[in-house]
């Protein structure tokens, strides 16, 4: 690929994360982009670069666009195959975001970001023209994604349970409809602990006993039967894409 193409890519990626993160600065997008990219090419981001150092104020279109650049050099380099340099560039993308702005959106809002970034990234890396940046490393067989996993989890359907369930006040801030419909869409219908439920929302003991025996009454989880240390929760049936592999007690 040329360097213009991987410009193009970087330009795709930056402006979500501005408009998430930073949308003040959406209307200067064009021309703060614009800019950059003029020394983008002549090794304007290199392996010292400091494109990747948590910035002390934020976002702008240049720390952005710096840090996609220099991960998307670093992953054409890998010898390996495409899917390893998406995984690698959607990792390293993520460490960035979370290490500076954690919490100021939404889990859901975040990870959706994310695979759009894994969208973009692998359009641009299954290209079959694409040679990428050091001779000898183009993969020989034609290129393709694959399928995406199936879902394990019938969103919509948790998500329309959540907002009927009658949350208390109290952890409003961090446990919300929003929140714990991220959290259980991502344990894919498996057994959680207690425990794990403290240490996503960063609650007390009795606080996440709280929520979950409220959600054990609302039909949203079930519970596995078992005592003390041996407790586990689930997703409970009729949320499972596939109830047949549904937790069972």
Same mark, same amino acid.
């Given at each position: 690929?040329?360097?213009?193409?991987?410009?193009?890519?970087?330009?795709?990626?930056?402006?979500?994360?501005?408009?998430?993160?930073?949308?003040?600065?959406?209307?200067?997008?064009?021309?703060?982009?614009?800019?950059?990219?003029?020394?983008?090419?002549?090794?304007?981001?290199?392996?010292?670069?400091?494109?990747?150092?948590?910035?002390?104020?934020?976002?702008?279109?240049?720390?952005?666009?710096?840090?996609?650049?220099? $991960?998307?050099?670093?992953?054409?380099?890998?010898?390996?195959?495409? +899917?390893?340099? $998406?995984?690698?560039?959607?990792?390293?993308?993520?460490?960035? #975001?979370?290490? +500076?702005?954690?919490? +100021?959106?939404? #889990?859901?809002?975040?990870?959706?970001?994310?695979?759009?970034?894994?969208?973009?990234? /692998?359009?641009?890396?299954?290209?079959?023209?694409?040679?990428?940046?050091?001779?000898?490393?183009r993969e020989t067989r034609e290129v393709?994604?694959?399928?995406?996993?199936?879902?394990?989890?019938?969103?919509?359907?948790?998500?329309?349970? #959540?907002?009927k369930v009658p949350l208390p006040l109290? /952890?409003?801030?961090?446990?919300?409809?929003?929140? %714990?419909?991220?959290?259980?869409?991502?344990?894919?219908?498996?057994?959680?602990?207690?425990?794990?439920?403290?240490?996503?929302?960063?609650?007390?003991?009795?606080?996440?006993? /709280?929520?979950?025996?409220?959600? %054990?009454?609302?039909?949203?989880?079930?519970?596995?039967?078992?005592?003390?240390?041996?407790?586990?929760?689930?997703?409970?049936?009729?949320? +499972?894409?596939?109830?047949? #592999?549904?937790?069972?007690?």
């Open positions: 690929m040329h360097r213009d193409d991987a410009i193009i890519l970087v330009r795709r990626l930056t402006r979500p994360v501005l408009e998430l993160f930073s949308p003040s600065q959406v209307d200067d997008f064009a021309d703060d982009f614009a800019a950059w990219s003029l020394s983008a090419g002549a090794l304007g981001v290199s392996e010292e670069s400091s494109a990747l150092t948590p910035p002390a104020h934020g976002l702008d279109t240049t720390l952005v666009a710096g840090m996609f650049f220099q $991960v998307v050099m670093e992953a054409s380099r890998l010898p390996s195959g495409s +899917q390893e340099r $998406v995984s690698f560039i959607r990792k390293r993308a993520k460490d960035y #975001l979370v290490t +500076q702005l954690a919490g +100021q959106i939404t #889990l859901s809002q975040f990870y959706r970001l994310l695979n759009l970034i894994e969208e973009e990234v /692998g359009h641009y890396f299954a290209q079959p023209d694409w040679s990428g940046v050091r001779p000898g490393l393709s994604l694959p399928p995406p996993a199936p879902e394990l989890v019938k969103g919509e359907a948790l998500r329309q349970a #959540l907002t109290k /952890g409003r801030r961090k446990l919300t409809p929003e929140t %714990l419909w991220d959290f259980l869409r991502e344990t894919e219908g498996r057994w959680f602990r207690l425990l794990d439920f403290e240490a996503r929302f960063k609650v007390n003991k009795k606080t996440a006993w /709280g929520y979950l025996n409220l959600l %054990l009454q609302e039909g949203v989880l079930t519970h596995n039967g078992e005592k003390a240390n041996r407790v586990r929760y689930g997703l409970a049936a009729p949320f +499972q894409a596939n109830p047949a #592999l549904a937790p069972r007690a």
